[in-house]
């Protein structure tokens, strides 16, 4: 992590401590691991169901993001959470999580990927608050007791540990017990390295956008490919600076966002029905008059600049811009086929799935960015996970 993201962070961190928002969220969890598993395998093993999770993120990530698969009495429940890496105190895990109900379409797009790793488990609820699991592969018993109050998680965990014979050692502490941490080490997939700082990013979009300018091109146009939360904003405004820094300020390259030629509430109700939800569905944007307006850039002409009012749901135009020899264009369809014509290089961002998600709800909760397409959290989550938005 560059030091512009590091600081970034941290400053949205410490806007979220005291952020209500947050603070409802947070759970406060200890986990206890059964040294003589039999007694908790004789007391509830009968009752455990199956689950399986899925991990979008690493124990290097700055947020882990899991789908899960739970077998339930009374049907299968299909979910995903968003945790920070929160603080380990006095014996209790604090974090900040956001779980929703996901589809099983979305739990299946990340499921049959055999490189994302994963685990399965049997587990039992005993009690409010108590969850047993039973995780035979790593040959791991483990009791979770979660409850904001103090008092009561110290009573259930004694409670617990009656049970077990006082066969229960508290290993909050120990990240190697987070399911996240089980689900990587029992994968046979290839550990993925760490993310390329968005610094060491920019550089690298630089220098291939400097070098196809070296060949000859008049205009070299750049897709920058990133979910909400990834970076966009940070690489963008870093490859405008080094490309400047180069050539001077008539060569600072243009920005363009695929997310201002948004067709506009009213088109899309008209053409698909009302009302209109899939606000990162490809059709919510019109990626084929972005191209036109290329191609009028690449001839010399000037662009009259548009965005996306959130207030109003549609594209308002503003001022007009010149053209650049440089043109940046980011978002989440910015490696469109209706583009190819039209754009010479194409990157994604490095940042993980996890990441730019966390980063993204972090972000609409301190800026009160909610509005009824996007009211909570959760509901964020949940649209970052359709299969959709996985596709450029």
């Not at 299946?108 to 790793?117: I, Q, T």
């Not at 047993?132 to 965990?157: C, G, M, T, W």
């Not at 956008?209 to 897709?223: E, I, P, R, S």
Request: overall charge negative; proline content about 5%.
């Amino acid at each position: 992590m560059s030091l512009v993201e590091k600081n970034l962070t941290q400053k949205n961190i410490e806007l979220t401590e005291n952020h209500p928002e947050f603070i409802n969220r947070r759970e406060k969890e200890q986990k206890l691991y059964a040294t003589v598993p039999k007694y908790l395998r004789e007391l509830f093993l009968d009752q455990a169901r199956p689950i399986e999770q899925v991990y979008l993120s690493s124990p290097d990530d700055e947020f882990s993001l899991r789908v899960r698969k739970y077998e339930r009495d009374d049907g299968t429940e299909y979910s995903a959470a968003l945790k920070d890496r929160g603080s380990r105190l006095y014996g209790t895990l604090d974090r900040f999580e956001v779980s929703t109900p996901i589809s099983q379409e979305a739990f299946e797009h990340f499921a049959n990927n055999p490189d994302l790793p994963r685990v399965q488990k049997l587990r039992a609820e005993p009690l409010e608050g108590v969850v047993v699991d039973f995780i035979d592969e790593a040959n791991l018993q483990l009791v979770e007791v979660e409850h904001p109050d103090l008092k009561e998680r110290v009573y259930l965990s004694q409670y617990m540990a009656e049970l077990a014979k006082g066969h229960l050692v508290d290993m909050s502490y120990d990240r190697q017990l987070d399911s996240e941490y089980i689900a990587h080490s029992l994968s046979k997939a290839e550990r993925t390295p760490s993310p390329e700082t968005l610094d060491a990013f920019s550089d690298r979009v630089v220098g291939e956008m400097v070098a196809q300018y070296a060949l000859g091109k008049k205009q070299v146009v750049v897709g920058l490919t990133g979910m909400s939360g990834s970076g966009k904003t940070t690489a963008t405004k870093a490859i405008q600076q080094k490309v400047t820094e180069l050539f001077g300020e008539s060569f600072t390259p243009l920005i363009l966002s695929t997310d201002d030629y948004h067709f506009g509430k009213k088109h899309l109700e008209e053409t698909y029905g009302a009302p209109w939800t899939e606000w990162d569905d490809p059709r919510t944007y019109n990626t084929k008059e972005l191209a036109h307006d290329l191609a009028l850039i690449a001839e010399g002409h000037s662009l009259i600049r548009r965005h996306f009012d959130f207030a109003s749901e549609e594209v308002v135009f503003d001022e007009e811009v010149a053209p650049s020899p440089f043109v940046v264009v980011e978002g989440l369809y910015a490696g469109s086929q209706d583009l190819t014509a039209v754009r010479d290089l194409h990157f994604e961002l490095p940042t993980s799935i996890a990441t730019a998600v966390g980063r993204d709800i972090r972000r609409l909760v301190i800026e009160n960015r909610a509005n009824h397409v996007f009211p909570t959290p959760e509901s964020r989550l949940s649209t970052n996970l359709k299969p959709h938005c996985h596709f450029t």
